[in-house]
């Protein structure tokens, strides 16, 4: 999706972008080993990569539902945002034979699936609207303009999806502010949520913004209103809910800010004293690795005390990164904030990853997995370190115009991935990737390091083809396995 790599945590305020959240897998057992790099067979139709939860043993027997958290009251795990390979167009009935370098270019227009799922979306909007108090009328009309302008073919399908998502996921609060068991405290709160983040999401879509950082804001926006799941299930302890809210306001307010510098109704920061202000890829990079955590916290997999420590930890760091993003914020608070930043956001990698490690769920093949893995990776990636890291692999023709949009990978076999892309002209196209050759060179650009804080939860399904890869043949997928990197 996203262009410059970014920041360690400690190197200044950022650190990598991140993933999406991803549906518990129906117990898949692995398939017969293959040989690393044979002429892989034609393939059946393409299946949707479901990303596993923990990188245990290959041979290892799915395990049971998690367990009920005595302190939690969550409700039965489901998954709290959609698996991002269900989205684009199936390609089984284009699909060349994998091996043949072939690729299938096909239109300009969105991609049915999209197209599908802004009409119902807008729908299902208009429906809401028109039970919502007078006080929402008109941002839900708003919500629903925004929505309608992602239809345009230029638009990348990861920023269609992430404008949609949002707006899907912002339907939890309406409805919960339309039920009248919701107590009334919480409907001011998400009254205030579905304001704020059609006015980011205004902002982000019009303002004059690098197309990547674009790309990864409207990430941020999608994962953070993924949590509403959870903050409006009535089960979820309020200490956590509250926290989760206050990290959502954070969020939103920082990726309105982003963009120029300032928010639509805040000064213009670019007269401000060198020194005051963030550099804007540090603070894109920082709210992404708020948002892996945004990501963890709302899948109902993550264990209810793994959830609430995340949600502290991380609160901490979205109160600094929105102070240090508030233009009257002096220049010596901006360095004090900025120190204690690093710090808090060491901490909160650290959690990141023991939280997501704590679920439990289903193995799955490698196909699969690497299929997740890889979807993951260019939704929270910029796309110019994608164009760089895959440079040796992208068929001639995606070179010759060149790549707009590594959009999603899907699982042709264990062998082969059928990836989708945009191309500059805006066509949309795909072709089939070796899982070896795309999987060593993705853990070259986002290493163990960032894995967490890149892709939140679905950093496991990474470890897990990395599991896949070296017990069965040998290989070593980066660093991905070593803890270092």
Not at 94 to 101: C, I, R, Y
Request: hydrophobic share 30%.
């Amino acid at each position: 999706m996203a262009a410059a790599q970014p920041q360690s945590a400690n190197g200044s305020l950022a650190g990598l972008p991140a993933q999406t959240t991803e549906p518990p897998s129906s117990p898949v057992a692995p398939p017969p080993s293959p040989p690393p790099s044979p002429p892989p067979s034609p393939p059946g139709d393409p299946t949707e990569p479901t990303e596993p939860t923990e990188p245990t043993e290959p041979t290892t027997a799915p395990t049971s539902p998690p367990d009920s958290e005595p302190t939690s009251g969550t409700a039965e795990p489901t998954p709290s945002t959609t698996d991002p390979s269900t989205t684009p167009s199936d390609p089984s009935d284009t699909s060349p034979p994998p091996g043949t370098g072939d690729t299938d270019a096909e239109t300009s227009e969105p991609p049915p699936e999209q197209t599908a799922k802004i009409e119902e979306t807008v729908a299902t909007l208009s429906e809401e609207k028109e039970r919502v108090p007078e006080t929402l009328t008109a941002t839900v009309d708003k919500l629903i303009d925004i929505v309608d302008t992602v239809e345009d073919p230029a638009e990348m399908p990861q920023d269609r999806e992430g404008v949609t998502e949002s707006a899907e996921n912002l339907t939890t609060a309406l409805a919960a502010i339309n039920d009248p068991e919701t107590p009334p405290q919480l409907q001011k709160e998400l009254t205030t949520i579905v304001k704020q983040v059609t006015t980011t999401l205004e902002v982000v879509n019009v303002a004059e913004v690098p197309p990547e950082d674009r790309s990864l804001l409207l990430l941020v926006v999608k994962r953070t209103t993924a949590t509403l799941d959870v903050i409006c299930d009535p089960k979820t302890p309020p200490e956590t809910r509250d926290r989760m809210i206050a990290i959502m306001k954070d969020s939103v307010y920082v990726a309105k800010m982003t963009p120029n510098g300032a928010g639509a109704d805040s000064p213009d920061r670019s007269q401000s004293p060198p020194g005051t202000r963030i550099p804007r890829e540090s603070t894109v990079n920082t709210l992404l690795l708020v948002s892996s955590s945004e990501d963890i916290m709302g899948d109902r997999r993550t264990p209810a005390r793994e959830r609430d420590r995340l949600a502290d930890i991380t609160h901490q760091v979205s109160a600094l990164l929105r102070k240090a993003s508030d233009p009257g914020t002096s220049q010596k608070e901006r360095s004090e904030v900025a120190e204690e930043l690093e710090k808090k956001t060491a901490r909160m990698k650290d959690q990141q990853e023991q939280s997501a490690s704590a679920r439990k769920g289903a193995e799955v093949s490698l196909g699969k997995a690497a299929a997740f893995c890889t979807s993951a990776i260019f939704e929270s990636t910029r796309e110019s370190a994608l164009v760089q890291g895959l440079r040796k692999l992208i068929p001639p023709k995606w070179e010759a115009e060149g790549v707009k949009d590594f959009w999603k990978a899907k699982e042709m076999n264990d062998e082969t991935l059928d990836v989708l892309a945009q191309l500059r002209n805006n066509e949309h196209t795909h072709g089939p990737f070796e899982v070896v050759e795309i999987v060593t060179e993705l853990a070259e650009i986002v290493p163990y390091d960032r894995l967490f804080g890149s892709l939140g939860g679905s950093a496991l399904s990474c470890k897990q083809t990395a599991s896949y890869l070296d017990e069965r043949f040998g290989i070593t997928v980066g660093t991905w396995l070593t803890r270092s990197g």
